[in-house]
Nanobody, 119 residues
């Protein structure tokens, strides 16, 4: 059974940093793409970043480029989202997700972790 467990959220001031972790288990993720999404109150869930587990190639939403970095540690089966220069607009519940690299839809989701950036 696939499980994605996020951690690392919290309260931080504007300009601060947080590192989110997503511990993945239940299968081999070599052929998967791992993504981070977020959902702010009253808004739809939006894409933040993704990484190919096999190649390490990454992609980011324009709103976080240059501030956020996604990475993975294959030995720990963990994906990270390093968030720097945080802004109040980054406040949201952040979700880790996984999809097989030939599919478009993410089939596995974590429970989410709250990130709150105070002004």
């Amino acid at each position: 059974q696939v499980q994605l467990v996020e951690s690392g959220g919290g309260l931080v001031q504007t300009g601060g940093s947080l590192r989110l972790s997503c511990a993945a288990s239940g299968r081999t993720f070599r052929d998967y793409v791992m993504g981070w999404f977020r959902q702010a109150p009253g808004k739809e869930r939006e894409f933040v970043a993704r990484i190919s587990w096999s190649t390490g190639s990454t992609d980011y939403a324009d709103s976080v480029k240059g501030r956020f970095t996604i990475s993975r540690d294959s030995a720990k089966n963990t994906v990270y989202l390093q968030m720097n220069s945080l802004k109040p607009v980054d406040t949201a519940v952040y979700y880790c997700a996984a999809r097989f690299n030939l599919l478009r839809e993410y089939g596995y989701w974590g429970q989410g972790t709250q990130v709150t950036v105070s002004s």
